[in-house]
């Protein structure tokens, strides 16, 4: 059995501020301490043969190893990464060694004995704490722009990067007061303000990653002036002298029992070379849009998809605070042939341009979900960053570019009582036998039905060429066209389907009607190419719409009673429309079967 032999005085240098790399240390004892967050932390008592430190801590993520009985005493391990830091007030504080990263070289089972016979590392002779010829040194960070006039906490900060003394952000805690860590800015929230009876205010929060952990961290007031346009997605920098206190778990989901609070003395400083032990990229779990209809109610989710449509920009004020909030729906799509809406938030919604038709990537977006249908929120700690350079991004223009989004066949955020097989099943006649729709609000259910007759005859109208306007436009007669609504004159409008069709399933017959999205799903084809062919093109239209005859489909279907004049009619809306899934649906019919018959079904 060989040894791995120890680094013999290094604690002395490594706790009067050298860099060295890969120390091979012992330990002599471990012992687990509870701080007043009740967080599961082990102090240990390390020695590299000549001196040795009892002010040493694992980091929480090597907990694991404790737990495992890989730290055993006399085991004798490698530091791969560590940090040294203040723990305590100013001038009466005392050094600890914070290990977050190790390599047990041998089990205490083999070494079995204290190695040498060391002393504190406080007695170390003058001549040990020389630096030894150290390798080149790393290079340092840019140090503009700096976002702080107090110049003892630069001066402190800047000691610390030249001598790579940077901490891991899950070494920090309520008990360190010098510390600066290097972290990437993963979220940034909108600046909210607040006002009560203690005063008003303004505040905005961030999260940051770095590869040890994430954390958050709030700006409130002043700070918030000064750090909100400073501190941009997706950038690294060095923070220091900020408070840190226990996350209040209702505003954040983040791993970490802490949160930061900015300061006056708060210092942020941009780290323009991330090339040398680079932090994290930001990493994006991007699901179909498809498979959000399956998702929880109020779930995280990221995914990315060509904005289809933008819809206009809405004002409400909330009863309980009488604030006004500004919002804007937008339709996204993917390779998934699927649609669902986004609501942005705020000035992201006053000043989202989706004129382009541009690649939309979420982070973070929560999942709500309202009368069965699913649509996604941009929240506090949600990233959305529009055309961003990455090879999903780049596929789905090339797939919309070239026709993609025309045959969209599932519209995720359609609001049918309850999505998909959930939804309840239902025949036509008994839709009717029932008396679905007399009542206040409108019913939904939903059924297998095939297309017998298509009405071309009012299919369309001609409506405002605004992205965030469908009304119907007047012709002027002098090729211009008025909308009402937008108060203003057009050279141009685009076309709206307005499709009125009869189905049936093996019970009975039912006109329905369905609006623009649906009807170009149905017809394969998009409101201005069924427009186009309709006015110019009549055999071109009779083709269009005859290939959807005698096509089978499961349509969800709002039923609402509706007054016209002094008559009172049932009116069928389809609300979605999907291609017939047999697996799924022969599992429907096995049930209704068993519910039948009673085979099958427990007593």
Known sequence: MVLATLSSGVIARIMHGEV???????????????????????????????????Y??????????????????????????????????????????????????????????????????????????APKAAAPSKP???????????????????????????????????????????????????????SNARGEGKLFSMDLMDESGEIRATAFKEQCDKFFDLIQVDSVYYFSKCQLKPANKQYSSLNNAYEMTFSGETVVQLCEDTDDDPIPEIKYNLIPISEVSGMENKAAVDTIGICKEVGELQSFVARSTNKEFKKRDITLVDMSNSAINLTLWGDEAVNFDGHVQPVILVKGTRINEFNGGKSLSLGGGSIMKINPDIPEAHKLRGWFDNGGGDNVANMVSARTGGGNFSTEW??????????????????????????????????????CPQSDCNKKVVDEGNDQYRCEKCNALFPNFKYRLLINMSIGDWTSNRWVSSFNEVGEQLLGHT??????????????????????????????????????GDMTRNKLTIQSVAPINHKEYNKHLLKELQELTGIGSSN
């Open 527 to 564: 409101s201005q190419e069924v427009g186009e062919a309709l006015e110019n093109d009549a055999a071109k239209a009779e083709q269009i719409f005859s290939a959807l005859n005698f096509t089978s489909h499961i349509f969800k279907l709002r039923c609402k009673n509706e007054v016209f």
């Open 20 to 54: 060295v790399d890969g120390p091979v240390l012992q330990i002599l004892a471990i012992k687990k301490i509870n701080s007043t967050a009740d967080a599961e932390r082990y102090r240990i008592l390390i020695s590299d043969g000549k001196y040795f430190n009892s």
């Open 56 to 129: 040493a801590m694992l980091a929480s993520q090597l907990n694991v190893m404790q737990h495992n009985g890989e730290l055993e005493e006399f085991t004798i391990v490698q530091l791969d990464k560590y940090v040294t830091s203040m723990v305590g007030k100013d001038g009466a504080g005392k050094r600890v060694l914070i290990i977050s990263e190790l390599t047990v070289l041998n089990p205490g089972a083999e070494v079995k004995a204290k190695i040498g016979e060391p002393v504190t590392y406080e007695n170390a002779a003058k001549q040990d704490l």
């Open 426 to 463: 239902m025949t036509l006649k008994d839709a009717r036998a029932r008396n679905l729709g007399s009542g206040d609000k409108p019913d939904y259910f939903q059924c297998k039905a095939v297309v017998h007759i298509v009405k071309q005859e009012n299919s369309f109208y001609r409506a």
């Open 140 to 194: 340092v960070a840019k140090r503009e722009p700096t976002h702080n006039n107090n110049n003892n906490n630069n001066v402190a900060m800047n000691a610390s990067i030249s001598s790579g003394m940077t901490h891991p952000i899950s070494s920090l805690s309520p008990y360190q007061n010098k510390w600066v860590i290097k972290a990437r800015v993963t979220s940034k929230s909108a600046i909210r303000t607040w």
